[in-house]
């Protein structure tokens, strides 16, 4: 690590933040920790809605952020694709008290890397997954404070009044789930898609910074 003291990149508009209030990083960079992700969703052929997790405003990672269920790979769990969604699966049980039998039955929708300019960095695989039949969310009430279920466009419009605070990646993730009109058809269409990673760049100009993904002008 450089020895120089961390520094917080310049401001930026909420929306554009790469972490939540976490640090720029102005030397080596970091390597990403593996980590894995759940976007429950309910509503089936009728309309969409997806669970978010409200993170205890004491955590030192974006402490007070609404999230979809998730946390880091364990050591113990191994690496590669049975790894993530045991760890996806860990991580729902321990944060929202869903308990999925079959790790197969998870459908792989995303990954995103943490950009390389900030301090604190993760390799997240997002899965999508149904809400099991005679099952409820119940959070730990320690890390995870709040829960609540929301059609895409009312955690975006939410955010927009400051009701809720999101990060970047699930902005962009409920930004691309708003276009389907239920969550049968939103799994319909992930279960054909090929995942690639996306790896946002942090666009540092003058007095501010704003969040680029592959294909936008300037990244």
Known sequence: MASEAPQQPPAAAAEERPAGGEEYNPGPVTKPRQAASVILLRGGGETLEVLLVKRTPKARFMGGVWVFPGGAIDANEGEGDAAERAAAIRELREEAGIVLADPEALVKFSRWITPVEVK????????????????????????????????????????????????????????????????????????????????????????????????????
């Open 120 to 219: 604190t960095r993760f390799d997240t695989h997002f899965f999508l997954a149904h809400l099991p039949a005679g099952q409820e969310p119940r959070i730990d009430g320690e890390e995870c404070v709040e829960q609540g279920w929301f059609t895409p466009a009312a955690a975006l419009q939410a955010h927009r009044a400051d009701e809720i605070a999101l990060v970047f990646p699930t902005i962009k993730h409920l930004e691309q789930l708003a276009e389907f009109p239920s969550s049968e058809a939103l799994l319909a269409h992930a279960r054909d898609l090929v995942v690639e990673p996306v790896l946002p760049k942090v666009l540092v100009e003058g007095d501010s910074a704003r969040v680029l993904l592959p294909g936008e002008p300037g990244y």
